[in-house]
């Protein structure tokens, strides 16, 4: 049975609350969280929904069966949704009416953050005072939100960034839009307002303190976790093969996420061309699935990856998968002799723990947290840059030692299982009674 505090404040009897000593820093009953571009309740892998809306979601449902309720404040995409919906014990979804419902680009969002604000405040003028003990904002749009509302509230400011204009901008793909300025003045506001900034790996941290100046007393490291009981081997390579009409002893490397040049679906497609031009043989022993839908800047030209697989003479072997749910994304993981992660930026890369969990090796570019995901040589390997051939490279060793996928996988699933959500969520409620017992004593030092 999950502890958590009941919305009408009674706690559940399900562990007794844990005495606190004087002067010990207290946990927060309640929080408030932010996520304005994209609503928890959406299937990763659409529009603008991938692994950020997995983090809120799965740390959210740890916080509450630690005793933290969480609220959750997303902009409302249809107008048929209710304007709260429990989403687990403790946690509930907050529907805020901002701008039009449908067809609103992330790039035109800037513009809705006042009637969102309008909208979290609306809600919070209906409770007493003290009703959020902390704000904890996801991605810059949210972050301004946050600053407001932590403000008007009398409450700290925790901010994740997630991804970051300046390290975007910096190692563009080819033809990639670069984020706008008035994103990098917002991040740099952000940073100086907040109490404290999560970031997910040591070298985001690093970035926060390098590009934006951050104090690094404020900095805390929290790596996001993996759903251990979705993602795991279960019955193995064999059986999901099975389930998804898979060839049983084919060479399968997999791409699984957003469609855009910054995940760089592409450089998979030039590698298995060069590794067929070697091997022609293998032409009848490869399946290549792309599970996605187009986003970001990939939604200018969403059959862009189509047209590259038939200019490269490998239409016949790539096979394109709308996006999965969580469920049948584990089979897919499963499946999979190798997932191929080339990105050009990756602030934790959680697709790469997850197939890890699932008991399938790595093979990504050497790109922000990805270092931190994939054990280079024993979970999956890592390759300085883009170039296909040294994918192709790489591949070739899978399609010459299929034994390597097994043991690979056994180390990844190994490997894994420290990514865990409920080291994640009581390493984030450490970071909230930081910041709430630093924040006090500021307040008293200035009303002192």
């Given at each position: 049975?999950?502890q958590?505090?009941?919305?009408?404040?009674?706690?559940?009897?399900?562990?007794?609350?844990?005495l606190?000593?004087?002067?010990?820093?207290?946990?927060?009953?309640?929080?408030?969280?932010?996520?304005?571009?994209?609503?928890?309740?959406?299937?990763?892998?659409?529009?603008?929904?991938?692994?950020?809306?997995?983090?809120?979601?799965?740390?959210?449902?740890?916080?509450?069966?630690?005793?933290?309720?969480?609220?959750?404040?997303?902009?409302?995409?249809t107008?048929?949704?209710?304007?709260?919906?429990?989403?687990?014990?403790?946690?509930?979804?907050?529907?805020?009416?901002?701008?039009?419902?449908?067809?609103?680009?992330?790039?035109?969002?800037?513009?809705?953050?006042?009637?969102?604000t309008?909208?979290?405040?609306?809600?919070?003028?209906?409770?007493?005072?003290?009703?959020?003990?902390?704000?904890?904002?996801?991605?810059?749009?949210?972050?301004?939100?946050?600053?407001?509302?932590?403000?008007?509230?009398?409450?700290?400011?925790?901010?994740?960034?997630?991804?970051?204009?300046?390290?975007?901008?910096?190692?563009?793909?080819?033809?990639?839009?670069?984020?706008?300025?008035?994103?990098?003045?917002?991040?740099?506001?952000?940073?100086?307002?907040?109490?404290?900034?999560?970031?997910?790996?040591?070298?985001?941290?690093?970035?926060?303190?390098?590009?934006?100046?951050?104090?690094?007393?404020?900095?805390?490291?929290?790596?996001?976790?993996?759903?251990?009981?979705?993602?795991?081997?279960?019955?193995?390579?064999?059986?999901?093969?099975?389930?998804?009409?898979?060839p049983?002893?084919?060479l399968?490397?997999?791409?699984?996420?957003?469609?855009?040049?910054?995940?760089?679906?592409?450089?998979?497609?030039?590698?298995?061309?060069v590794?067929l031009?070697?091997?022609?043989?293998?032409?009848?022993?490869?399946?290549?699935?792309?599970?996605?839908?187009p986003?970001?800047?990939?939604?200018?030209?969403?059959?862009?990856?189509?047209?590259?697989?038939?200019?490269?003479?490998?239409?016949?072997?790539?096979?394109?998968?709308?996006?999965?749910?969580?469920?049948?994304?584990?089979?897919?993981?499963?499946?999979?002799?190798?997932?191929?992660?080339?990105?050009?930026?990756?602030?934790?890369?959680?697709?790469?723990?997850?197939?890890?969990?699932?008991?399938?090796?790595?093979?990504?570019?050497?790109?922000?947290?990805?270092?931190?995901?994939?054990r280079?040589?024993?979970?999956?390997?890592?390759i300085?840059?883009?170039?296909?051939?040294?994918?192709?490279?790489?591949?070739?060793?899978?399609?010459?030692?299929?034994?390597?996928?097994?043991?690979?996988?056994?180390?990844?699933?190994?490997?894994?299982?420290?990514?865990?959500?409920?080291?994640?969520?009581?390493?984030?409620?450490?970071?909230?009674?930081?910041?709430?017992?630093?924040?006090?004593?500021?307040?008293?030092?200035?009303?002192?």
């Amino acid at each position: 049975m999950s502890q958590y505090v009941s919305r009408l404040g009674r706690r559940s009897t399900a562990a007794p609350s844990r005495l606190r000593m004087p002067g010990t820093p207290r946990r927060p009953r309640r929080v408030a969280v932010l996520s304005v571009h994209t609503s928890p309740l959406h299937q990763p892998g659409t529009g603008d929904a991938g692994g950020m809306n997995v983090y809120i979601v799965e740390l959210a449902k740890r916080l509450a069966a630690i005793n933290i309720e969480v609220e959750i404040f997303t902009r409302a995409t249809t107008g048929a949704l209710p304007p709260a919906v429990e989403l687990a014990p403790g946690v509930l979804v907050r529907h805020v009416d901002a701008g039009p419902y449908e067809g609103l680009a992330k790039e035109e969002l800037p513009a809705q953050l006042c009637a969102f604000t309008h909208g979290v405040m609306q809600a919070w003028a209906g409770h007493r005072p003290g009703y959020y003990d902390l704000v904890h904002s996801h991605y810059w749009l949210s972050g301004h939100v946050g600053w407001l509302a932590a403000e008007r509230w009398g409450v700290p400011l925790v901010h994740a960034m997630h991804t970051m204009a300046k390290v975007k901008n910096a190692a563009l793909a080819a033809g990639d839009t670069p984020e706008p300025a008035a994103r990098v003045i917002g991040e740099t506001q952000i940073v100086r307002a907040a109490d404290r900034l999560i970031a997910n790996t040591s070298e985001e941290a690093d970035e926060l303190v390098r590009h934006y100046e951050a104090e690094p007393g404020k900095v805390a490291v929290v790596h996001p976790g993996v759903n251990l009981d979705r993602f795991r081997p279960a019955d193995g390579r064999a059986a999901a093969r099975h389930r998804l009409n898979l060839p049983q002893n084919a060479l399968i490397p997999l791409f699984a996420g957003r469609i855009q040049p910054l995940k760089a679906p592409d450089v998979l497609l030039r590698a298995v061309a060069v590794l067929l031009d070697e091997r022609p043989a293998l032409r009848s022993n490869i399946v290549v699935p792309i599970v996605g839908g187009p986003s970001g800047s990939g939604l200018a030209k969403p059959e862009g990856l189509q047209k590259l697989a038939a200019k490269l003479g490998i239409a016949d072997v790539v096979r394109f998968q709308p996006p999965v749910g969580q469920d049948q994304l584990a089979d897919w993981f499963r499946a999979a002799s190798v997932l191929v992660m080339p990105s050009y930026s990756e602030s934790f890369g959680l697709v790469a723990i997850e197939a890890q969990a699932a008991g399938t090796p790595v093979l990504a570019a050497s790109v922000g947290g990805l270092p931190v995901a994939v054990r280079d040589g024993e979970t999956g390997f890592l390759i300085p840059g883009h170039e296909p051939s040294l994918y192709a490279r790489v591949l070739r060793d899978f399609a010459d030692r299929p034994h390597l996928a097994d043991s690979m996988g056994d180390a990844a699933a190994r490997h894994a299982q420290s990514f865990g959500w409920d080291t994640a969520a009581a390493a984030t409620a450490d970071v909230y009674t930081a910041a709430m017992h630093d924040f006090r004593r500021h307040v008293r030092s200035h009303h002192g």
